[in-house]
């Protein structure tokens, strides 16, 4: 019978606990109060074995910097022998499980695994941004020895949370007052790759999914009484809310809801404080403000909403689902269209046929990106999209320009104020439709706010090509991305002609309906010919946009500024393959699987459109051919490389020698049967 091993977690945490006395640092043990946001946070987000709340870090301390800055730090001891830490392949933190739902098992068995839960319960529900994750397990060895092994990790919102290991420590001696700012400087200095970046940020977009998919299906099935409207916006007021600005407006909690009847202090009437408080600071202009604060206004301020039931009103039952399920995405600042999701997951639910948001179709992140590097996007770029939808291509432009301001600019100050600048006024971006507006105002302040020009007009009637707001004058657009809704004339050519239009240079990379090419959008193709020249045209997947539409899409790029020459090479790329497996199953963990190389295609093929034949790698001559097109015509933008059907001397080569083989074998075979005849 195998003996059992005796836990020594007592003794590892009184050698733990016994430096942190030595070093008269002020720690607090698991029954105690750090401070009131931090108790709150630890309480409120789900235990270590996936209950509800309540949990307790053997020791937390609050330290502070020689910037003031404050670091929550939590440790967790362990008293077996290889208990400290469970990593996945990828050498991370390993709390999730191949589902990529919270692995409670690993977390409760490992010193560290622990450790970063509890900091992720932090980074989720306060205004605390970086944490110390330190885990310490031990064991006796066969002459009773106390042996101990630490890890110490970074937990922020650099790195969605993820933790990073920070080095290999003896002691606790680098929280020492004389140490502490020395070890800050070396967490600092950590860095991910992109490759890490991106890993990361994947995994946190499959997690965005399900979160959206569990939090619309509790609202529609148990919140009777809201519209799918209602739902957009008080997703968008719940998050706002609890954004807060550091220093000036307080994150709203759940607690601040209390189900009043009161007049005033109802939980409508709170939120809308909070959002008015934010709005304020963030200076938005007084117009976009009072817009967003009106829209708002009538679904917090509804009588039912705000009803108390055994003492809690439906608005504080569905804030706290949604701050609960999302609140960690937002905070720790993906890059990515989160507000998209949303809308996909939430309009998903709708069996309407006729309403005309059936025809808004998000596009995919990853396609968003390559509209804009296709469109040359940079850090001196200023780009619009005149159906911007929750602004996707929008967020994907932004990213492309702070990239690029990042590998240019190595002042960070010089850095900050280009930073602004973008932000504030070179996207510029249209959307008639009012929730889906909304749902773009929320991704750009999710994005450190962009939204200044997001503007709530009919592109088509209404834009004269000025700022929406702020700056005065004209938007100097050099850059055009665009997913039209197909609906709209020439399958919505009409909002191509209209940009390019009011353009003086750059150029525009757009995804429409292959339709649009070949026919539906003749006299538009033609009008914009006028005055720009289609670079290339690209062959999409027939299932890029897997269970929202099942049209062939192309995407066509353009320089703006010079009417197309008959002459002009067109290069036709044939991009249907690439790279990616799609399904559309509700249950599958990953309906998007890179199983060819898919990051090096898109690569590939942003190279083509730029430098041409030369770059071929993955794609073959056969998907890559360079044409022309009448700029009379209209109708001939999707062209496929021609099938040479001339025979050439190889293959004059090929059949007489079939022939001269054939012919061999047939004498070979004769023989055979004569020689058979004649006995031999």
Known sequence: MVKKVQSVEPLIAQLGNGWLKTYKLDYKLEQESLNTEIDRALNDYASKNGGEGGNRPDAKLLLQDKNLCKYPVLVEYKGYKDKLVKVDTDGKVANKTAKNQPDYKTINSYAV????HYANAILHYTSYTEIIAIGMTGYKDDIGNLK????????SKSNFGMGQKIDDYDDFSFLKKNSFDKFIEKVKQLKLTQSEIEKLREAREQEIKASLVK????????EKGLSERDRVYLVAASIIATLGVPGKVEALEKADLKSSKEEGNRDGDI???KINAFLNEKKLPKEKKDLIFRTLQNTLTTDNINKAKNGESQLKRVFTKIIDDLGIYYKIGLSTDFTGKLFNEMYSWLGFSQDKLNDVVLTPSYVATLLARLARVNMDSYVWDFATGSAGLLVASMNEMLKDAKEKIKSPDKLAVKSAEIKANQILGLEILSEVYMLAILNMILMGDGSSNIINKDSL???????????KGKFPANAFVLNPPYSAPGNGMIFVEKALSMMNKGFAAIIIQNSAGSGKAKEYNKSILKHSTLIASIKMPIDLFLGKSSVQTYVYVFRVGEAH?????VKFIDFSNDGYSRTNRKKARVNLRDIDHAKDRYNELVNLVRFGKSKLCFLSEKDYYEGHIDPGNGADWNQTAPVDIRPTLDDLKKTVGDYLAWEVARLLRNQQVGDERLGK
Do not use: S, T
């Not at 695994?113 to 970063?116: D, P, Q, T």
């Not at 101990?148 to 937990?155: H, P, S, T, W």
């Not at 009637?461 to 700056?471: A, L, M, P, Q, T």
């Open 113 to 116: 695994n622990g450790a970063v």
């Open 148 to 155: 101990y092994d630490i890890g110490v990790y970074y937990v």
């Open 215 to 222: 939090i619309n299906n509790d609202i529609y099935q148990n």
């Open 271 to 273: 939120i809308l404080r």
């Open 461 to 471: 009637i209404e834009f004269d090509g000025k700022y929406g707001f702020g700056r």
């Open 565 to 569: 020459q008959k002459d002009d090479i």
